[in-house]
């Protein structure tokens, strides 16, 4: 793995033994890739698909409500650029599951902590059929 990755690779050895530590790996069965649980601050060893508590959850996927004004609102588990999480976050909208998807480009963020922070992103483009998600990517 690459040297841009040093906290992925701590993570990851904290878990796992190599064999089954794969940032797209799923040992414990439960849907959710390593590179996701490590995202999100999830243990990649308990099965559990829970979502974030708003407004004070510290670990959790995204959660996605409908606000008074009728948008949708996401808020995530974001690792701080200073911890070098190596990945990006990309709060994304549209219309239809297949996309176009659109970036978010206004969001709200609380520190947690030295690693992580708690994002919400608001839906530029209210309507009633609207899709939202959080793009992973990673960085070098």
Known sequence: MAAWYPNVERW????FYPAI????????GD????????????????TSLATLQPGSGTSGLPSVARNGGGS???????????????IIYAAEFASSPAGPWTAATVE??????ATFE???VIDPAPAPNRFTRVRLTTSP
């Open 31 to 46: 849907g959710v890739k390593n590179i996701v649980e490590f995202a999100f601050n999830l243990n990649p060893k308990a």
């Open 72 to 86: 949708l609102t996401i808020e995530f588990i974001r690792r701080r650029a200073d911890a070098l999480p190596g």
């Open 108 to 113: 709200t963020s609380t520190i947690i902590d």
């Open 118 to 120: 708690r994002v919400a």
């Open 12 to 15: 990851r050895a904290g878990y």
């Open 21 to 28: 530590g794969g940032l797209l790996a799923d040992p414990d």
